[in-house]
């Protein structure tokens, strides 16, 4: 590799406006323009600048970058690293720079051309692209050292590679990619107001909504690091898990036996580019934010994602960050327990993972009115939100209830004719069953995140700062198992009852809950 941008040297800032500046100054400085492959230092600025190693990928106009601190990174080699850079010498636009190494499989389309064919069906809320591409083409001649091969030594003994992947959980082909985007934002923990934070969650769900309507496609990653805030919202990032939803009509998009929902494959699906057959061996998203939906099977019998799971995901983020980040009534130790419970928590049966009991009992019981959070319109639109979506948990009517439901809604027999417990059952099953398509229409929710931004109730100084009840640090949560990420030492012991998660106090609402 000639040069390396992910080997830049790091800046002491991390907003645009200082950074621009600061590279305003290099340049008046660095005297003569370097041949290309050098780096240059100027006697004031011990930031280097590095050519842009993306073969053929950029504009000729885009000769340098330097970068800033980095907004998001993960510790694991095979995830992704993302960093703010500020490029271009000559105009002296900001811009951010992904470094990842992306899955390369079959069906996975590249984050880049996910992104495109949003941006051709007009999806709102996303970012531009400067330019994208994989790092080095393999030549016979030199080593790939931007291709991992690391899985087809998986299951074998050392040093012996295999001819083909075993299809081993968690190893999977990996190839080094990077994506210059145009739009900056910052980190949606950084709001400076409830009010700010709603508006960009707002944003999302318009870009979550939009992409699967027009262009048939599921985010699958919700995360409070996917969602940045930008001067006229929000921004939706980070599409490398996305995948085609390939419905005739999107209304049946969330109804696994309809073609193209379910994991099997279905030959007659036209799916270019993006397959619609499973493309992984393990859930895709991020664990502490993933729908408890696909938590509570075993990772053998996780459902099919669906639009509502990443509405529900999108809720998840707001509560998590709300716990994290404003005022409320929990002591830090209970803090730590309660988000360890909610968000965090796994079990390993045999060699699978399952989870997501947490983030059930929390939906079922409501209890995010009970921690005691300042914002009443924020309170109200986390309660609306959440009894939405405890419908998926709870207890379906029984079956003679539902069918009597059918019978009214065919026309026979009369309503008038039910006894009054059947009428008050009937009455059940009605609400239960207009909650179910509330939690698969986007327009419902975005209409209460719409009501709650018109409430003239919002404090305007409630920003992130205002309590936060542990140090900010960066989100270094994996894609799949989530320990702990509070240090042990930052917990105290407390008079106040944590959140304890009771299989049993709950089992006879979910007895009868569906799985799609």
């Not at 944590?498 to 799985?515: E, F, L, V």
Request: glycine share 6%.
């Amino acid at each position: 590799m000639d040069s390396d941008l992910s080997s830049c040297g790091s800046s002491n800032h991390s907003r645009p406006d200082v950074a621009l500046a600061q590279l305003r100054h290099h340049n008046r400085n660095r005297g003569p323009a370097q041949p290309p492959g050098q780096t240059s230092r100027s006697s004031h600025n011990t930031h280097p600048v590095t050519p842009a190693c993306l073969p053929g990928a950029l504009p000729p106009h885009v000769a340098s970058m330097i970068n800033g601190t980095p907004i998001a990174m993960k510790t694991s080699a095979c995830s992704p690293f993302i960093s703010n850079h500020y490029y271009d010498s000559e105009e002296f636009k900001p811009a951010l720079l992904k470094d990842t190494w992306r899955v390369d499989l079959p069906g996975i389309e590249k984050e880049g051309e996910t992104i495109k064919e949003l941006h051709k069906k007009h999806v709102p809320h996303i970012p531009k692209i400067i330019c994208a591409t994989d790092l080095h083409q393999v030549r016979p001649s030199f080593a790939d050292n931007h291709r991992m091969c690391t899985h087809l030594y998986a299951a074998s003994e050392p040093f012996e590679r295999q001819e083909v992947w075993p299809e081993i959980e968690g190893l999977r082909p990996h190839t080094h990619y990077r994506i210059v985007l145009k739009t900056i934002g910052i980190s949606l923990m950084d709001f400076k107001s409830s009010r700010q934070l709603v508006t960009a969650a707002r944003d999302a769900l318009r870009a979550l909504a939009a992409a699967f309507h027009n262009a048939k496609i599921l985010h699958r990653d919700i995360s409070c690091g996917n969602i940045l805030i930008v001067k006229t919202g929000g921004l939706l990032i980070d599409w490398d898990m996305a995948k085609r939803v390939p419905a005739a009509n999107p209304k049946e998009a969330d109804d696994p036996s309809k073609p193209g929902n379910s994991n099997a494959t279905d030959v007659n699906a036209q799916t270019s580019p993006i397959a619609c057959i499973p493309r992984q061996i393990e859930r895709s998203g991020t664990w502490r934010f993933m729908s408890a939906r696909l938590l509570l099977p075993l990772n053998s019998d996780v459902p099919p994602h669906t639009l509502a799971d990443d509405m529900e995901s999108l809720l998840h983020v707001l509560i998590w960050i709300a716990m994290r980040c404003m005022p409320h009534n929990l002591a830090p130790g209970v803090l730590s327990d309660n988000l360890h419970n909610i968000f965090d928590r796994y079990s390993i049966i045999g060699t699978e993972m399952r989870g997501g009991s947490g983030k059930e009992f929390f939906l079922l019981t409501r209890e995010i009115g009970n921690i005691g959070l300042k914002d009443p319109v924020l309170v109200n639109l986390l309660k609306d939100l959440s009894a939405i979506f405890a419908v998926q948990y709870e207890g379906a009517p029984d079956e003679d209830t539902s069918k009597i439901l059918r019978q009214i809604d065919a026309g026979e027999p009369s309503e008038a004719v039910l006894s009054e417990s059947d009428r008050d059952l009937l009455c059940i099953a009605r609400i239960y069953r207009r909650r179910q398509r509330q939690r698969e229409d986007s327009a419902w929710i975005l209409g209460l995140f719409e009501r709650a931004l018109k409430d003239a109730r919002w404090p305007n100084d409630d920003d992130e700062s205002a309590e936060n009840k542990f140090p900010p640090k960066l989100d270094h949560g994996l894609k799949r198992k989530a320990p702990d990420t509070i240090d042990e030492n930052e917990r105290t012991v407390v008079k106040q009852k944590p959140i304890m998660i009771d299989r049993n106090a709950h089992s006879t609402a979910r007895q009868n809950g569906s799985r799609d």
